[in-house]
């Protein structure tokens, strides 16, 4: 059975790279495991200074079952098989890494739609996982409003 990794992190842009994920075990028939993966940014010194590694992994660990509750909640309704991730790192690297340990065939991503310079100058998640990942990755853009009028018609 086919393991992909689905990046979430409470945005609709992530929701998107779910759905399509969904999209592709229902209509396209695979036979898959959901791994819905959340990075949570490592703490700064001065938070674990002042609150503590322990209650910083507590609160991060949270946290990111909070921005995962959507997603779960979307791929219960469909009655997929999945499982969660949570890590803490830089994203990107995180996410690849997440990818291999977890045994993943592939990674789905929403990204923002953001090309060229302002798209360089801004950073890309779903960019740098293309060039760092060692599975096939699919980026999927957050549709325009007037696509999701036409979809609607």
Same mark, same amino acid.
């Given at each position: 059975?086919? &393991?992909?990794? +689905?990046?979430?992190?409470?945005?609709?842009?992530?929701? #998107?790279?779910? &759905? @399509?994920?969904?999209?592709? +075990? &229902?209509?396209?028939?695979?036979? *898959? !495991?959901?791994?819905? $993966? @959340? =990075?949570?940014?490592?703490?700064?010194?001065?938070?674990?200074?002042?609150?503590?590694? #322990?209650? =910083?992994? !507590?609160?991060?660990? %949270?946290?990111?079952?909070?921005?995962?509750?959507?997603?779960?909640?979307?791929?219960?309704?469909? $009655?997929?098989?999945? %499982?969660? %991730?949570?890590?803490? $790192?830089?994203?990107?690297?995180?996410?690849?890494?997440?990818?291999?340990?977890?045994?993943?065939?592939?990674?789905?991503?929403? *990204?923002?739609?953001?090309?060229?310079?302002?798209?360089?100058?801004? $950073?890309?998640?779903?960019?740098?996982?293309? @060039?760092?990942? !060692?599975?096939?990755? !699919? +980026?999927?853009?957050?549709? %325009?409003?007037?696509?999701?009028?036409?979809?609607? *018609?």
């Amino acid at each position: 059975m086919l &393991r992909i990794l +689905v990046a979430a992190d409470g945005s609709e842009l992530a929701l #998107d790279a779910v &759905r @399509h994920a969904l999209m592709l +075990v &229902r209509r396209g028939g695979l036979q *898959a !495991t959901l791994v819905l $993966g @959340h =990075v949570q940014e490592e703490a700064s010194l001065i938070e674990l200074a002042t609150q503590g590694a #322990d209650a =910083v992994a !507590t609160a991060s660990v %949270e946290a990111g079952q909070h921005l995962l509750a959507s997603a779960v909640a979307l791929v219960e309704a469909a $009655g997929v098989p999945y %499982e969660t %991730e949570i890590a803490l $790192g830089p994203v990107a690297a995180t996410l690849a890494d997440m990818a291999e340990r977890c045994g993943c065939d592939a990674l789905i991503i929403g *990204a923002r739609g953001l090309g060229g310079l302002r798209g360089a100058w801004l $950073g890309s998640v779903s960019q740098a996982l293309v @060039h760092q990942c !060692t599975v096939p990755v !699919t +980026v999927v853009k957050h549709p %325009e409003p007037q696509e999701v009028i036409d979809a609607d *018609a």
